[in-house]
């Protein structure tokens, strides 16, 4: 089968198994990196503050992680490029949840509820990493084994 090339750039064949291992294993370093790596004290604790003390920080957070869904998006399906945006909010009302409630419960590193809170907070990004994924084997014509 050959590649048709479309207007938008985006490759129309299907992905191996081996692409999609890679593709996944690529928003696991971009979680990795922009979560912890490329995270400061700044955004982490005050994203769940009221206001713009809390919205700036989150904003900065979110961008870095729109910045890397771009990155991957423009490597394997540019057409899509505008899930960086879909990621900004998504990553966004994920992590100010959990930061609020945090905040209102008053939980620590020394709780265990704020250990749950942060694996749930994991997993709800993994889990849309996951949409996304879906979403980019689709537009590049499913998978082939």
């Not at 003390?53 to 961008?63: F, I």
């Not at 890397?68 to 966004?92: E, K, N, R, S």
């Amino acid at each position: 089968m050959n590649s048709e090339d479309y207007s938008d750039g985006c490759r129309r064949l299907p992905m191996s198994p081996l692409e999609i291992l890679v593709l996944y294993l690529w928003f696991r370093l971009k979680q990795l990196c922009c979560d912890y790596v490329f995270n400061n004290a700044w955004m982490a604790n005050n994203r769940g503050k009221a206001g713009m003390a809390g919205y700036l920080p989150l904003l900065s957070h979110v961008s870095i992680h729109g910045a890397g869904t771009l990155i991957i998006c423009m490597v394997f399906a540019p057409v899509l490029w505008w899930l960086a945006l879909v990621d900004m909010v998504i990553h966004g009302l994920i992590d100010r949840i959990k930061a609020v409630l945090t905040n209102k419960m008053g939980w620590t590193s020394q709780n265990k509820a704020f250990w749950i809170t942060l694996g749930i907070d994991q997993e709800a990004h993994n889990l849309t990493h996951l949409g996304y994924i879906v979403l980019i084997i689709i537009t590049l014509g499913g998978v082939v084994l």
